[in-house]
């Protein structure tokens, strides 16, 4: 695996960020004004499949650097690159929901990612659902890292849940079908490179947009994503176009440049997006502009907004927690990455 695929990796990341960050701009403009603007909902809602790329970058990329470190070490990569951020931009919606009402499975949900206790309770920051496969992931990885050996173990749970997910919360949660898509970058970590398969990039994009005009599209909220509701559909339906766009993505030669720094950038702006759009949604109910400037401004909002709170917070949060070393870590601990892989995540 070379160096520039990874690169190119980076540069999808933003792309997909975009994509989700579109589709909410877009439901935004619907609430103000009751229409999609010149692009119909059944394309707008390719959006969604943002989060499925996000998942199979996510498998390649700690597939990739994962061996090159102990479990000690890439668990506390993980806290420390994800975590924070996230705690940072969740304080708003915390607090909004303090004031509705946050009981102890908020907080579970919130505070931890586990939104799966005696009935399914969403983080308080809406895009957070995600990371909650986003932590379980890791942590399968930090198990089998521990001990190869317990990869049998790790299957093993999640085919279980799958058989047993009308059980309740945490079978549905722990053998949710988007699970596999994280597999799928897994696979694609250790596949050869083909250039030829440049190909696979447009033919996904094109699988992802028809299903919307075809009426296969997983319908559904925050709620039915962390259920499984339609799991395997997605799989399907968004999960495998998005292998192949990943597959595709991998064979192109990139170098780093302001599209990679944007890839690094994205995931503040997959956290933050909500919260300008959130707000413009209050002008925009006051006072109606065309939708299709609803969606121009919404986006281009949120990205500025994710660059400032990346380079004012997040690149700073970063290098602080580099620097430091969690109790029980050893000194000197081999800490290297297999040669060509940049974890940027």
Known sequence: MSFDVIWSLQILRFVAALMVVYVHAAQTAVEATGSNGLLPHDFQVVGRAGVDIFFVISGVIIARTAPGLTWKSFAWRRFRRIVPPYLLV?????????EAGFGWRDAMATLLLWPATDQM???ALPAAWTLCFEMLFYAAATIVLADRRLILVVLGTFGLAIIFRSSGPVFQFLGNPLIIEFGFGVALAYAPRWKS???CLPVGAVAMIAAGFIGIAPQG????FLTGDNGFQRVLVYGFPALIIVFGTMQIDAKPGAWTVLGDASYMLYLIHTLPITLLLVLWTAFPIPPDLIIVIGVGTSVLFGWRMYIRFELPLRKFLS????VGMVVGEKLSRPTGVIDKR
């Open 221 to 224: 909220g925050t709620m039915e």
């Open 90 to 98: 969740s304080i708003p919606y915390a607090i909004v929901s303090y």
């Open 121 to 123: 309770t969403p983080p």
């Open 197 to 199: 398969a440049v190909w």
């Open 323 to 326: 620097q430091a070393v969690p």
